[in-house]
């Protein structure tokens, strides 16, 4: 948009402001870059980048003010006079009357009788316009012209003789109706367009262009100026509908200030009488449409500190600087101010925009460039969240995939199988509910992974994956929290689940099999053992809802510490989502995993272990983790490790009983072990084993 400096000056004084390369200057600093100049002091225009985000500044009038702002000079009162009021109240030549409140909040009209229409504006006012490429029209429109690049508020000037019933009526288009605008071109209306009518038809495209009909001629003896405030997004709609673009329509698009009104109207009726002369009517047409709210915004010292990065900043130097720029203040302390929004800066609206234009009169190029404060370089702020990136490492290269689910159920219908778990887990009996679900059927926050992931294992086998395997890692909401601290209700979880075959590693010879408890166990201890000894995990039975019988273990430390639960799900939960394949799954609780362990150093021995295998009959209801105390218990010399190597329930295993394997490694790290002595030391085990756990050998 093009500018003159010249005038400009009406409203700040541009010398004190160091002339045109001082004005430029400061528009630049405003965040207004001036892409050209042309003309020499004093008739230099510039040619003005104006955002959207800003109509204020589409006029003379709004760049002073910026200019003043920047220099800390006083904006100038505008060089107008109120028109003297001689003929009769103007409700008496006319009337306005608005349809469409919240799409009209403003309606303005002033008349002026006995003109002389074809006459001329004044040669400066011809001048200036011809300055910044507006064509002079008529004494009427330039003056209308004038005051829209004065103080940038959009009219229109009516021949008052030529509205039907002297009335002006905003309302919405009718279906059908068709107006032909100052361009000369039948314009074909729909309902959804603004138009200013008379009592017959529709006279005006509002905010956007005239019509023919009512438009002011060197006939015309009687002027009805107008200026309102038209709603941005139905001017936008119609204006691009159209392919009509108008310096009005660009400025009402982006938001007009309502209460330039009243002196857009005197301003131009001032100038039409004189170059034109008449006699103005008394009084103006006011018509109110939905009430606009006035605007408050409060700014924080901390927060225009946090933002700028600049503690020299104070409330003294911000209250100044928004007062410069027309924001007037309500309330001020040491730490806080409190302001009314002016009604030309609709892109105003939260503390960060005043952040912003007390910044822009500091002038950003003052700021301290620095990086933002960190405790060290890089890393993570939550050491759970570690934790919580290695358990997905490692389960993705176990071959899993993860999946997300929502975290909405109803505790009763979803996680009711799973009570003994919560209960074991330490939930809290009652869910935690929301007041205003997304969905009725489901208004509980979740306080398991579990069910989530059974019903993605179910999507997955349904539309024919045979072969599943998943986890997910997120928040369950199980504790009985403080509402001051809504983290305090949650829980992190890990959980994982597997059907169908699984892969044998890359390095065996082994073919795929059937998922089973171990995988399940065996995936658990993986997952676990950046900061487990998978030897160090104790597993119990376990007994619940949501589990087989005989078929699910908890896991805990060796303090006795709940670290989470695998089994198989039960024959119910599978029915229920129709699955025909075993699924095996396990649920971790990430904040018990004890991630501060101390690490400990043992020298590799040099020499050769030597292994035994130990078979037996025992007691169906023995646990391998008797097992496995008793042989500790007995110390056997040299021992490094014992595990299971076999498990077999059947055909020559008497009712009752089970037959195990184990494997014991045995290694010195001072000598090669005799086999003799390795033998002694298998048979005084063998001997503990029948004696306390009543086993049997053969």
Not at 160 to 180: F, P, T
Not at 306 to 318: C, I, N, W
Not at 363 to 376: C, E, I, N, T, V
Request: hydrophobic content about 45%; proline content about 6%.
């Amino acid at each position: 948009m093009k500018f003159a400096v010249e005038w400009i000056a009406d409203f700040v004084d541009a010398a004190a402001a160091g002339g045109a390369a001082g004005v430029r200057s400061l528009l630049d600093r405003a965040g207004f870059p001036v892409e050209s100049a042309e003309g020499k002091e004093p008739s230099t225009v510039f040619d003005v980048e104006i955002t959207p985000n800003r109509p204020d500044a589409m006029s003379h009038r709004g760049l002073a003010r910026e200019i003043a702002a920047m220099a800390a000079l006083d904006l100038l009162a505008p060089p107008s006079e109120s028109p003297a009021e001689e003929g009769p109240p103007v409700s008496e030549l006319a009337s306005v009357a608005i349809d469409v409140p919240r799409l009209c909040r403003r309606f303005g009209a002033r008349v002026v009788r006995g003109v002389s229409a074809g006459a001329a504006a004044p040669e400066k006012a011809r001048a200036r316009l011809t300055a910044i490429g507006a064509k002079p029209i008529s004494a009427a429109v330039d003056a209308t012209n004038f005051v829209m690049w004065e103080i940038g508020q959009p009219l229109h000037a009516f021949d008052l003789d030529r509205l039907a019933g002297s009335r002006i009526v905003v309302r919405k288009a009718r279906r059908g109706e068709k107006l032909v605008t100052l361009d000369g071109i039948q314009r074909a209306l729909e309902t959804s367009d603004i138009v200013v009518a008379d009592a017959e038809r529709a006279v005006s495209l509002a905010g956007i262009m005239g019509g023919m009909d009512t438009a002011v001629t060197e006939a015309t003896k009687n002027v009805l100026l107008e200026a309102a405030w038209w709603d941005p997004p139905s001017i936008r709609r119609t204006s691009r509908r159209l392919g009509l673009h108008t310096d009005a329509s660009h400025r009402f698009e982006r938001g007009a200030d309502p209460e330039a009104i009243p002196e857009a109207l005197d301003r131009a009726a001032a100038l039409l009488l004189a170059s034109a002369g008449g006699v103005p009517a008394s009084g103006f047409l006011d018509a109110r449409g939905a009430a606009w709210k006035t605007r408050r915004a409060a700014l924080r010292l901390a927060r225009l500190r946090l933002l700028a990065g600049e503690e020299g900043l104070d409330p003294e130097f911000a209250a100044a600087a928004l007062g410069r720029l027309g924001f007037r203040l309500e309330r001020r302390s040491k730490s806080r101010l409190a302001v009314t929004v002016p009604s030309w800066r609709p892109d105003v609206s939260i503390e960060d925009d005043l952040v912003e234009e007390v910044l822009r009169v500091y002038g950003y190029d003052r700021l301290p460039s620095r990086l933002p404060p960190a405790q060290r370089p890089g890393g993570h702020l939550e050491p759970l969240r570690i934790v919580e990136e290695r358990l997905s490492d490692e389960a993705a290269a176990a071959g899993l995939y993860e999946s997300m689910s929502a975290p909405f159920v109803d505790r009763q219908a979803d996680e009711g199988a799973f009570s003994g778990w919560l209960e074991v887990a330490g939930s809290a009996p009652k869910p935690l509910s929301l007041i205003n679900p997304l969905d009725a059927a489901r208004p509980d926050l979740r306080a398991t992974l579990l069910p989530g992931l059974l019903d993605a294992v179910a999507r997955n086998i349904h539309r024919g994956q045979r072969d599943v395997s998943l986890f997910e890692v997120g928040r369950v909401f199980d504790r009985a929290g403080d509402p001051k601290e809504p983290a305090s209700f949650e829980s992190r979880r890990f959980a994982f689940a597997i059907a169908g075959d699984v892969r044998a590693h890359w390095s065996s010879s082994g073919s795929r099999a059937r998922a089973d408890f171990f995988d399940a166990k065996g995936l658990a201890e993986r997952l676990l053992a950046p900061w487990l000894d998978p030897a160090a995990l104790v597993w119990t039975p376990f007994s619940g809802e949501a589990f087989e019988d005989g078929a699910a273990a908890l896991i805990r430390t060796g303090d006795e510490e709940l670290l989470g639960v695998v089994g198989l799900a039960s024959r119910a939960e599978r029915e229920r989502r129709k699955l025909e394949e075993d699924v095996f799954a396990g649920e971790l609780r990430v904040e018990a995993i004890p991630t501060a362990q101390a690490a400990h150093f043992a020298a590799y021995s040099a020499f050769p272990p030597v292994s035994a295998d130990l078979s037996f009959a025992h007691a169906k209801g023995t646990s391998w983790s008797e097992i496995e105390r008793l042989v500790a218990r007995a110390k056997l010399a040299d021992l490094e490790s014992v595990r299971a190597l076999d498990r077999y329930e059947g055909t020559g295993v008497p009712d009752g009983q089970v037959k195990t394997t184990i494997r014991l490694l045995f290694r010195s790290a001072e000598r090669t072990l005799e086999q003799e002595k390795v033998n002694a030391e298998v048979r005084r085990l063998g001997d503990e084993l029948r004696s306390r756990l009543a086993v049997t050998f053969g």
